[in-house]
């Protein structure tokens, strides 16, 4: 089940404090950068963040999920303290190289 639009939005409203947020279609879900980094990836309505060890302490009593068969083990991020979420999106901003450019 794919994650529905208003799921979408309102993760990029959550997020809009922390600056320029869009969201992708990709593969049946979505991705959602902020600042031109890929910080989210929704899949069926939920946020599924990279496995790092700069967010680890904040995130350890958070659930884990594989977003798509084949993933890597991702932390479910929770919503319902945006504060905290934003405060982990940053962290995770800061920890996460820019996306390579593709060769034309």
Known sequence: MA???EFIEF???VLSPLGEVRYRKMMG?????V???CVITACDNTAYIKKLDVIAPLMADAET???YEGAKECYILDLSNPR???EIISILWEAL???KKRKK
């Open 3 to 5: 994650s529905k639009i």
């Open 11 to 13: 993760l990029c409203e």
């Open 29 to 33: 879900d979505y991705v959602i950068y």
């Open 35 to 37: 600042n031109e980094k």
């Open 65 to 67: 999920g594989h977003p």
């Open 84 to 86: 905290k979420a934003r």
């Open 97 to 99: 190289p820019f996306p």
